[in-house]
């Protein structure tokens, strides 16, 4: 009876638990709202800004309302377009923003993959101030990367995919609205997937990363020569430089445990390891056939 | 005997690194556990903008040319090496120049694509516009052929849109189930697929293209363009 009470209430919390992690585990394909333009409590917001929301999946805007408003509580009368392209909302107001606390919401879209659902929506406040944002901004570039591999669960497959990750460090930049506004656009200059792809690729928009880095998922299925470049952007569109700078490293294909090979691969030269192995084997052979010899020995007298 | 046993056993013991893998001294140099090509830390072979390797095994692009150095017209050095730095600004391009000698290269708008989004100047060249997903759109689902049991399958695209899943085993809807009894794997099968307004994998070239990797039929909410 004792044990009954208290696997019950075990079994309970396991049952919980595995009903919590369900529940938090990413949607498969839900196009919630994954960046706003400003973030959210941003500061020193240029009267003349754009607002941009973008979406984790494709989706599909059908006139939702987007609210924008002042710091007196009041409607700003404002222009809304989707980019159906770069999953993005835009919202661009109809005149200068007067300087104070502003709120945006951004409306949950329907994604285009009708089994994803309606997406979360998201709420922003920011600060406006008084002066407009002139300059586009200036950036260094990208600094160097790291890449790393990662098996990644994924929630629509619901299997593990393996994932390279490249950890993009960034460079200086500036604007007359701070840096903490500004999105950050990475490409992928060299993609040993499509080695003839002369066109960088777009990898993302990012909010600007306060800790200097950011990170993009490659499928591991093609290694080799990688690179990437990034430039800046500002609210009002201002496009940096910097994006002439390109970091590049080489990926190898996982599994990366090599062992003990005897045979160096087709096409490679045989490691310094791989004679050693050799030797050790050899090695081996002899000791295990002069124990043999010593063993055979007294049979044969 | 000994000796060479255990010398042997130092040598094996490195087998599988790489020259450069164990990157220079104060780096971390843990058994790589799945990652690049160094550390429990993540950090594989890096590289920095400046060229200079900062362990495993970097590779640096070479930097665009400068339109600051020597003299440049349009990006086009013309004085020799050793004269002070001047700039004869030109209208900026895309090229991997400071043509306007502002000291920014290819600080350039971005231009607006037909189909929406925009192309920036990167590496010296315009990207490409940008399209709604990589390869499909997250979660869709899309048919595909099996060599066995049904004949009928399905393939889901991954939550990053990077890719489909496997083909899994699918009954194929009643208005298919008479052709893939007869015709199992086929041709016949992928159109009656087409036909009945699903978006199918073209295992059997329909089209004839040569791409057996494509989707045909209505694909319009899995496809990325």
Known sequence: ?301 | MAAVLLLCVVACARTGLYPGELGEPGEQSDVDLGAGETSSGGSGAVSNAAGKPSGGAPIMKPPPTSGMSPVSIGGMSSVPVGDPPTCMPSPEACNGRDDDCNGAVDDLPAQACPGGGSRFCVAGRLSECPRRCDVCVAGSVRVCQNSFCSFWGEQECAADGQGFGNCREAQPPPECRATAKKFENSKQLEQCCLDNGYCCLDQHDLDGDGDRGEMLGACGDIACQ
């Open chain 1, 1 to 301: 009876m004792s044990s009954i009470s208290l696997r019950t209430p075990a079994l309970a919390g396991a049952i919980f638990l595995s009903w919590l992690a369900t529940a938090q585990a990413a949607p498969c394909g839900r196009p919630d709202v994954d960046a706003t333009f400003p973030p959210n409590d941003a500061d020193g917001v240029p009267p003349n800004a754009q607002f941009a929301a973008h979406y984790a999946s494709p989706a599909i805007f059908a006139n939702e309302a987007v609210s924008l408003l002042d710091p007196t509580g009041g409607d700003v009368e404002v222009t809304v377009a989707y980019d159906d392209a770069d999953s993005t909302l835009r919202v661009t107001p109809a005149q200068a923003l007067s300087a104070g606390h502003h709120e945006l919401s951004w409306p949950g879209l329907r994604g285009v993959n009708s089994s994803a659902g309606v997406g979360r929506g998201s709420k922003v406040g920011f600060t406006v101030q008084s002066a407009l944002d002139a300059s586009p901004p200036t950036f260094a570039g990208l600094s160097s990367i790291e890449w790393d591999l990662a098996r990644d669960r994924d929630p629509c497959l619901d299997r593990l995919d393996d994932r390279f990750v490249f950890k993009l460090h960034v460079g200086q930049a500036s604007d007359d609205s701070g840096t903490a506004l500004l999105s950050l656009l990475a490409f992928q200059t060299v993609d040993p997937m499509s080695p003839d792809q002369a066109e960088p690729s777009r990898q993302g928009v990012y909010p600007w990363p306060s800790d200097g880095v950011i990170e993009v998922r490659r499928p591991a299925t093609h290694a080799g020569q990688t690179c990437f470049a990034a430039v800046a952007q500002d609210l009002v569109g201002g496009v940096s430089g910097g994006g002439e700078r390109e970091v590049c490293v080489k990926t190898r294909q996982p599994p990366f445990f090599e062992g003990c090979a005897v045979a160096a691969p087709a096409g490679e030269p045989a490691r310094p390891g791989t004679l050693s192995v050799g030797l050790l084997l050899a090695g081996l052979a002899g000791l295990r056939r002069g124990r043999a010899a010593h063993a055979r020995a007294p049979r044969a007298a």
